[in-house]
């Protein structure tokens, strides 16, 4: 059964930086798109940015310039790295990723989520 499991969330003051980590493991024999959400108290679960197997890459405008998506395709991993927080990034983060396991179709998968706090 395949499952993805988050790492790295915290608090961190404004300005600060952090890396999130996304580890999938299971019956894997491919990942395309690896992606990254983020639900904020009171608002919708959003799309933060999201990474596919070649490597391109996509960001909500909020983030372009201060994060960065990438993967390391050898260990099922993706990771965001996040510079010049700022109080409007605190949120829980969620991965995301569509992933084809052994025997059985394709579909999308959910991490549990990780809570990012931006405060001083």
């Known amino acids: 059964q395949v499952q993805l499991v988050e790492s790295g969330g915290g608090l961190v003051q404004p300005g600060g930086s952090m890396r999130l980590s996304c580890a999938a493991s299971?019956?894997?024999?491919?990942?395309?798109?690896m992606g990254w959400y983020r639900q904020a108290p009171g608002k919708q679960r959003a799309l933060v940015a999201v990474?596919?197997?070649?490597?391109?890459?996509s960001y909500t405008d909020s983030v372009k310039g201060r994060f960065t998506i990438s993967r390391d395709n050898a260990k099922n991993t993706a990771y965001l790295q996040m510079n010049s927080l700022k109080p409007d990034d605190t949120a829980v983060y969620y991965c995301?990723?569509?992933?084809?396991?052994?025997?059985?179709?394709?579909?999308?998968?959910w991490g549990q989520g990780t809570q990012v706090t931006v405060s001083s």
């Open positions: 299971g019956r894997i024999f491919s990942i395309d798109y």
């Open positions: 995301n990723a569509y992933i084809g396991e052994t025997y059985s179709p394709w579909r999308d998968y």
């Open positions: 990474i596919n197997s070649g490597g391109s890459t």
